[in-house]
């Protein structure tokens, strides 16, 4: 039987912008060969998520645990 990688992270950062609670939340998801990034931002009660693919190169990062500097930027981008 093959063994097939799974790995979830989710990380959750809140702070005060212009006197409102925004609360942002990253997550990464990896089963088998497929795996997701997306991030979600709670303002004023209302939720925008951006959500990609993770290509080749990162997955294979994730796997021998590097740091993958801006992982999340371009699902920002989506969100500005």
Do not use: W
């Not at 006197?19 to 088998?32: N, Q």
């Not at 795996?35 to 693919?53: A, L």
């Amino acid at each position: 039987m093959k063994n097939v990688f799974n790995y979830q992270s989710t990380q959750v950062h809140s702070d005060n912008v212009d006197g409102t609670k925004r609360v942002r939340t990253s997550r990464v998801s990896i089963r088998g060969s497929k795996g997701f990034k997306e991030v979600s931002i709670v303002k004023n009660g209302k939720r925008k998520t951006s959500k990609k693919k993770l290509s080749k190169k990162e997955m294979d990062c994730i796997r021998k645990c590097q740091f993958i500097p801006g992982l999340f930027r371009d699902c920002e981008r989506c969100l500005a």
